[in-house]
């Protein structure tokens, strides 16, 4: 029998919630995903209407029948962290602690973020700003963990480097309740090589060093538009784009990351999953 993906890894997907978000983890069961992940709210709004009861328990009940082992939510990309600005500080941390209480409620596992951009400010003004809200927003008794995502460098964004992500974790007081979400394609975008053997061994090496390997708790696995440094967050289809099947290769095979959420954000979303899907299970062949 051929080995297929999602018995080897712990694969997902980014899934629509429209009609309800407890109607999630059936769309994450229709691919065979272990994991999934999800917007809690409209990922454009600052507002959004509390989450009723009847829906929380259908999701936890869903969750809990399709065997789904990780739920991250993805925060806004409005919470710009990463800003000197006090007002929009204000709304983010409003912001991210809604986040945190919705993520908490649905009983999700993971809450991922982009920090955000420093605009003009200095990258260390970019970083201090990202751990103060950090610290204003995380709590002992919140259950989610929060995710920081790497970031491909555009627009002044902070976490493009393994450096800046562990400077970040080194401020937050609560360390058990945070994390990182690599994203492939971001950290490509970046600059790191993932694609060779020897140059994803350096890179998750460098991000050991940096970060500590308990850290990382998460994946989204996208393919890229653009290549290798380019600064620019542009998802592909997965085997598409200049990363290829090469580089999800190493991930695959990567046993130390072994059973930890990989999720998928291609562009074609939920239409173009089997598609990725194929794709990798083509790796194992
Ligand atoms: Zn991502
Ligand atoms: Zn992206």
Same mark, same amino acid.
């Given at each position: ?5 999602? !018995? ?132 002992? !008794? ?103 099947? !090469? ?39």
């Amino acid at each position: 029998m051929t080995k297929k993906i999602t !018995d080897m890894i712990n694969l997902g997907g980014h899934v629509s919630t429209n009609g309800g978000i407890e109607l999630s983890p059936e769309r994450a069961a229709k691919f065979s995903f272990s994991s999934f992940q999800i917007f809690s709210k409209n990922q454009m709004q600052w507002n959004a209407k509390p989450l009723e009861k009847k829906a929380i328990d259908l999701f936890k009940e869903s969750r809990k029948a399709k065997k789904i082992s990780s739920v991250m939510i993805h925060a806004s990309y409005l919470l710009n962290s990463a800003t000197s600005d006090s007002g929009l500080k204000e709304k983010v941390r409003a912001g991210l602690s809604l986040e945190i209480d919705r993520a908490d409620l649905l009983g999700a596992d993971l809450l991922t973020y982009h920090p955000g951009s420093r605009k003009e400010a200095s990258l260390e003004k970019g970083i201090q700003n990202v751990v103060e809200i950090l610290n204003s927003v995380i709590r002992e !008794d919140q259950n989610v963990k929060v995710l920081i995502e790497n970031s491909a460098g555009q627009g002044n964004s902070v976490g493009k480097t393994f450096q800046e992500l562990a400077s970040i974790i080194d401020g937050v007081l609560l360390k058990d309740k945070i994390g990182v979400c690599l994203d492939t394609c971001h950290v490509w975008a970046a600059g790191y090589d993932i694609v060779s053997p020897e140059g994803y061994k350096e890179t998750m090496d460098d991000l050991k060093s940096n970060l500590g390997a308990k850290y990382l708790l998460g994946f989204h696995m996208n393919d890229s538009k653009k290549g290798k440094g380019s600064g620019v967050d542009r998802h592909e289809q997965i085997g598409k784009g200049t990363i290829g099947l !090469d580089g999800f290769r190493n991930f695959i095979f990567d046993e130390e990351i072994r059973g930890k959420p990989m999720i998928l954000e291609t562009p074609k979303g939920e239409d173009g999953y089997m598609d990725d899907i194929n794709e990798l299970n083509s790796i194992l062949r």
